[in-house]
């Protein structure tokens, strides 16, 4: 103890930690823990998918057909794009460069914004042509093309939609919050290559959001994408 | 029990270092926030108990002359929403764990105080949505919320009550993920995996299943609620949903949820017969990896709750025999127990009196699970009242006994006084004999079939004998359950000052003082021996 007293302690190391270094490994376990959490929480939606996909295979295809492919493609290239810019931002905390690790995060956000904005605007296009699959909003009978047999299929995979980009949205808003967050302690020179727990734990938490995009891409968007366009 | 005289000179200690509602409130103390826990947790647990009470008493007779169906079935949801979710789950871990984790591990504090107090921020919030739906009106679906009556029919609080339980399920998850960091990251110099107290394992094991299994009930239940609300079909089969789909997401959460209950327990009962037997456990990497084994399998088993919907035989016979693997594991434990009592030198103080209680109700609780895990006998026993006697003989009968067992036992640490030790006994007795009397009679109600969830039932005169005697069991039960919260209180004034190790026991939580310092331990202690040492507490003993 007499020894860690002339240690000279980092401004942010927390009282109950002894150094930094077991400050940061609790920071990365607890995490990746959390992050285990989550893909729990999408796992029920993810085995629902699973599940109706096997025994509504039909419906599944002619919904999946309503959605624009160009427009996923778009958002997917955004958001990988946007993973690209955050490892830069963690790279520049490492190396203590404040105005790349300001840049990189603004960037990220911004990429971020432009794929919760291009997300929006197919969620209208869906509520005005009716597939909106709640009670009094959904109307399968605006597809021309389809079968109207395959409505309540249809609807199944619908739900399915709205609930998994739904979900993921809400975490990339939460995600955008983090990274203002960041953005502010960066100006405030709260980070250094000694100290940047938090831009490497925000930036776990991108990837990660990102990797469930990745997997809702495929199974959403490309699952009609043979059927050509409607 | 020693009681040592201190020194009459104040001492700083958590409890008197700071005052006034802000330092309680704002406090990231985790024997602090343990003691918040502790206070909500017994309020919650008494009005959950006033809805037993009033189940119980509308069962003394055949007829339905004091509640109307409805009404009794918004008793018995009540009940059970808030027993489950507001007492059990939170019980142990978020008050003995999460005062003694840090201490039995030599750390100053859990690693994230911050997301500690928000976790019982959480669990406050969470708790508010369920009595304002309780208040406004209640809820009947029972505490399994299966749809389509609470998605489509039920035209009570379902929603409020469900995110009530969506907000506290964030409130274990921050718990059991605070307990894994600290566990992994901040065990003091010397004390490897294998020198932990079984404690610390049982709620490693238990932290697992919280970060894993809540999750899964978090996103089923917001399904629900966009089903009720919006009713777009997810369990609805008129609508190309599946009903079954929300049985399997539920008891995929709530089955392992009896392991979130119960494992805690066992880390609390392992201290309990080593320390008042003055031995160490007996295979101690049995018991530790037990834990785990009983998290592992505990995932594997929520099939057997639907024996009887339309799941396929195949998958039941599956599910079975799962069920009778991950007795295997609890049975080891039972075992290891009890030779640890063999040629131990016993006492029989209030703690380990309760520990008797456990191990003798667990294992009928447990046995009679094994009944209900088996296809053929389960589908005469489905929805009796042998299954409520079954998971209270293991929820109150095992969780509870071990919460009150240990709570007695680690007192003289968390408050610095004594308890009386004769209304402690006293105590002990009708909490194990109204518990007998009010359950066991319902195995026999339940073989001869009477249904769960009914606020009449036929005027058999055995049915009604076996009926008072169960309500008659609940009062004594109450009288044992309302004794320790005023003699608690009472201590807190009057008992006799505790010295730091009055037992005296293993561990480290007993090598500081008693109430703990803030900090814990004024010098980070270095281990240099096993658990359950206790040659090396008499040589510290005769040194000092």
Known sequence: ?230 | MEATAVAAEPRINYLNNDYGWKSWLFTLDHKRIAILYLVSITVAFFIGGAYAGAVRLELLTPAGDFFHADTYNKLFTMHGVIMVFLVLIPSIPATLGNFLIPMMIGAKDLAFPRINLLSWYLYIAGAAFVLYAAVAGGFDTGWTFYPPYSSIYSNTHVIAAGIGIFIAGFSSILTGLNFIVTIHTMRAPGLTWYRLPLFVWAHYATSIVQILGTPVIAVTILALALERTLHIGIFDPKMGGDPVLFQHLFWFYSHPAVYIMVLPGMGVISELIANMTRKKIYGYKFVAFSSIAIAVFGFLVWGHHLFTSSQSVYAGMVFSVLSYIVALPSAVKVFNWTTTLYKGSMSYETPMLYAFGFLGLFVIGGMTGLFLAAMGLDIHLQDTYFVVAHFHYIMVGGTLMAYLGGLHYWWPKISGRLYPEGWGKLSALLVFVGFNLTFFPQFLLGYMGMPRRYHAYPADPVWQVLNVMSTAGASVLGVGYVLPMIYFVWSMRYGKKAASNPWPATGLEWMTLSPPPTTNFEVTPVVTTEAYDFAAIEEIRAAT
Not at chain 1, 30 to 43: A, C, R
């Open chain 1, 1 to 230: 103890m007499a020894e860690s007293h002339a240690i000279h302690h980092h401004p942010a190391l927390k009282h109950h930690f002894d150094n930094m270094e077991q400050q940061l490994e609790a920071g990365t376990i607890g995490m990746w823990v959390f992050l285990l959490t989550e893909i729990m929480f999408f796992g029920g939606l993810f085995l629902a998918y699973v599940i109706y996909r096997a025994v509504y295979p039909e419906g599944f295809a002619v919904a999946s057909n309503t959605l624009d492919v160009r427009l996923g493609g778009f958002n997917t290239v955004v958001l990988i794009l946007s993973s690209l810019t955050m490892a830069m931002a963690v790279y520049s905390a490492q190396t203590g460069n404040k105005k790349r690790l300001l840049l990189f995060l603004f960037l990220t956000l911004i990429l971020g914004c432009v794929f919760l904005g291009v997300k929006v605007f197919e969620y209208r296009s869906k509520f005005e042509h009716h597939l909106f699959p709640a009670v009094g909003w959904y109307d399968w009978s605006h597809e021309p093309t389809h079968n109207p047999a395959l409505a309540s299929q249809a609807r199944v995979f619908l739900w399915l939609y709205f609930a998994m980009t739904g979900l993921h949205a809400l975490h990339m808003v939460v995600g955008a919050g983090m990274l203002v967050f960041l953005m502010f302690f960066a100006w405030r020179d709260k980070y250094s290559p000694e100290y940047h727990a938090p831009v490497e734990l925000g930036g776990l938490y991108w990837h990660f959001v990102d990797i469930v995009w990745i997997f809702l891409f495929p199974l959403l968007y490309l699952l009609g994408f043979h059927l050509g366009k409607h």
